[in-house]
């Protein structure tokens, strides 16, 4: 089975930009993977960010925004604040009906 | 604004079956784009898609969960259900249920969570 991939932890300073991806062990990440993004804060349910690859979802600041680089997915945030330090989720469609989360990346902002 | 919340016991034993239900309100539940699904999370671990769900009861699981899981949903009610069976404690975790938009050929999304209801299996 095919799994989802995205980096374990990363790190930004405030004020920074961070890239977050998500790949593939076999293949590349393209817009028909659908692939969406979630922020996850300690104790709460996680919360949609980006859908669709590059679609913010409501009440999503513009400096969280998604793309394709290279053969994979990926998350920017441009300005980090402190409160962006989370778990980042993606998922991907893998077909056939099927859903894939990657593991998450842990990330720090100091 | 669309509200979810799940309901089901905390604590079971090895080999019995899970029972959970999410209840939906503040929004449309029947449009036909609408599924409904759970997603798990082991403690201090990522998240899992564990299956889907229709108004009109077209299902989608996980292909490593499809054996043990079921999934049924009450319109009347707004509420949609899931049942696991032959739990192990591999299958503590954070239950999550949420809307998952379906729009064919354009966007899938889970846009909408519950809280999420936390079950320990454990003799």
């Known amino acids: 089975q095919t799994v989802v991939t995205q980096e374990p932890s990363f790190s930004v300073s405030p004020g920074g930009t961070v890239t977050l991806t998500c790949g593939l062990s076999s293949g590349s990440v393209s817009p028909t993977y659908y692939p969406s993004w979630y922020q996850q804060t300690p104790g709460q349910p996680p919360r949609t960010l980006i859908y669709?690859?590059?679609t913010r979802s409501s009440g999503v600041p513009d400096r969280f925004s998604g793309s394709i680089v290279g053969n994979k997915a990926a998350l920017t945030i441009t300005g980090a604040q402190a409160d962006d330090e989370s778990d980042y989720y993606c998922?991907?469609?893998?077909?056939?009906?099927?859903?894939?989360f990657g593991g998450g990346t842990k990330l720090t902002v100091l | 604004q669309l509200q979810l919340q799940e309901s089901g016991p905390r604590l079971l034993t090895p080999s019995e079956t899970l029972s959970l239900t999410c209840t939906v309100s503040?929004?449309?539940?029947?449009?036909?784009?609408?599924?409904w699904a759970w997603i798990r999370q082991p403690p201090g671990k990522g998240l899992e898609w564990i299956g889907s769900v229709s108004s009109s009861g077209t299902t989608y699981f996980n292909p490593s969960l499809k054996s043990r899981v079921t999934t049924s949903i009450n319109t009347s009610k707004s509420q949609f259900s899931l049942r696991l069976t032959s739990v192990t404690a591999a299958d503590t975790a954070v239950y999550y249920c949420s809307r998952h938009v379906l729009y064919i050929g354009s966007y899938y999304v889970f846009d909408s969570w519950g809280q999420g209801t936390l079950l320990t299996v454990s003799s």
């Open positions: 998922v991907l469609y893998m077909g056939g009906g099927s859903w894939v």
């Open positions: 503040g929004g449309s539940f029947s449009t036909t784009f609408y599924y």
């Open positions: 669709s690859t590059n």
